[in-house]
């Protein structure tokens, strides 16, 4: 029967027999020869999906980075020159792939401070990277890149707050001054359980708050009261009149002339006219 001649090494006329005994010869050299380097281990296929797993396991899919841009220190200054004083004009490119968000251009400043709101990114993959460029601002012709730097979002801890502070790639491009510019921002990376829970943030450390620059705090709808204290008694004396008074007996004269040219009116007869 067939399992006798399985046995034996022997197949059965026919198709059925010289498949299995291909695929048993098959079976036989992969198992002297080792596994094939091409083909992914077992559960893993070449899409890279064990990553995309990997990624939706550790949390950062769905998740959510906050940006601020606090400042810049020793930019280069790519400006023409042409005004006395006239230098760099920065601004801030965010990009996170796709995404990007941008400051506010600060006028002839190569140490800016934006302190500038939150830019929310939408994370997929523990691959994104978080890219700053600073730009000189230009009016007619492209914008000037200062230098950039990156951050993974791998390196950063879910729910803690973080000020980073790297320097800036310059490229090839030479400085007279020798010195570097500088980037501070401030990085909040949540995943989608932390966003679900309503954003859990860790504590900032002494290290970290000493960092952060320091804001006034503004009442809303508050308008300040001028203050004179500094002006002395003088600003709160009353103010000298314009027009000095007549004397009284001045006074009585001028009544009694305005009463009789009243009397006098008042006797005229209109009626002849």
Same mark, same amino acid.
């Given at each position: 029967?067939?399992?006798?001649?399985?046995?034996?090494?022997? =197949?059965? +006329? /026919?198709?059925?027999? @010289?498949?299995?005994?291909?695929?048993? *010869?098959?079976?036989?050299?992969?198992?002297?020869? /080792? +596994?094939? +380097?091409?083909?992914?281990? $077992? @559960?893993?296929?070449?899409?890279?999906?064990?990553?995309?797993?990997?990624?939706?396991?550790?949390?950062?899919?769905?998740?959510?980075?906050?940006?601020?841009?606090?400042?810049?220190?020793?930019?280069?200054? =790519?400006?023409?020159?042409?005004?006395?004083?006239?230098?760099?004009? !920065?601004?801030?490119?965010?990009?996170? /792939?796709?995404?990007?968000?941008?400051?506010?251009?600060?006028?002839?400043?190569?140490?800016?401070?934006?302190?500038? *709101?939150?830019?929310?990114?939408?994370?997929?993959?523990? $691959?994104?990277?978080?890219?700053?460029?600073?730009?000189?601002? $230009?009016?007619?012709?492209?914008?000037?890149?200062?230098?950039?730097?990156?951050?993974?979002?791998?390196?950063?801890? %879910?729910?803690?707050?973080?000020?980073?502070?790297?320097?800036?790639?310059?490229?090839?491009?030479?400085?007279?001054?020798?010195? *570097? @510019?500088?980037?501070?921002?401030?990085?909040?990376?949540? =995943?989608?359980?932390?966003?679900?829970? @309503?954003?859990?943030?860790?504590?900032?450390?002494?290290?970290?708050?000493?960092? *952060? %620059?320091?804001?006034?705090?503004?009442?809303?709808?508050?308008? +300040?009261?001028?203050?004179?204290?500094?002006?002395? !008694?003088?600003?709160?004396?009353? %103010?000298? !009149?314009?027009?000095?008074?007549?004397?009284?007996?001045?006074?009585?004269?001028?009544?009694?002339?305005?009463?009789?040219?009243?009397?006098?009116? /008042?006797?005229?007869?209109?009626?002849?006219?």
């Amino acid at each position: 029967d067939d399992g006798d001649a399985a046995a034996l090494g022997m =197949t059965r +006329p /026919g198709g059925g027999g @010289g498949r299995g005994s291909h695929g048993q *010869r098959q079976r036989q050299q992969q198992h002297d020869e /080792g +596994p094939d +380097p091409r083909t992914p281990p $077992q @559960g893993q296929s070449q899409r890279g999906e064990p990553a995309a797993r990997g990624a939706r396991e550790s949390g950062f899919a769905g998740g959510r980075l906050r940006l601020r841009v606090l400042r810049a220190l020793n930019l280069r200054n =790519t400006a023409l020159g042409i005004l006395p004083d006239d230098v760099s004009d !920065p601004f801030v490119l965010a990009k996170v /792939g796709r995404q990007e968000f941008k400051t506010e251009v600060m006028q002839n400043n190569l140490n800016p401070v934006w302190n500038s *709101r939150h830019f929310e990114f939408a994370i997929e993959d523990e $691959q994104d990277t978080l890219v700053l460029e600073v730009f000189n601002a $230009q009016q007619w012709h492209a914008h000037d890149s200062l230098g950039h730097m990156e951050i993974p979002i791998a390196s950063l801890l %879910p729910g803690k707050k973080e000020v980073k502070r790297g320097d800036l790639d310059e490229g090839d491009a030479y400085r007279d001054d020798g010195k *570097r @510019g500088s980037l501070e921002v401030e990085v909040l990376f949540l =995943t989608a359980k932390q966003l679900a829970g @309503g954003g859990t943030v860790m504590p900032e450390n002494d290290e970290q708050l000493a960092a *952060r %620059p320091k804001q006034e705090q503004k009442v809303k709808n508050w308008v +300040p009261l001028p203050n004179f204290s500094h002006l002395g !008694p003088a600003a709160f004396a009353a %103010p000298k !009149p314009e027009v000095a008074k007549a004397s009284i007996g001045e006074q009585r004269r001028m009544m009694g002339t305005y009463n009789s040219r009243a009397c006098r009116l /008042g006797q005229y007869d209109y009626s002849k006219e």
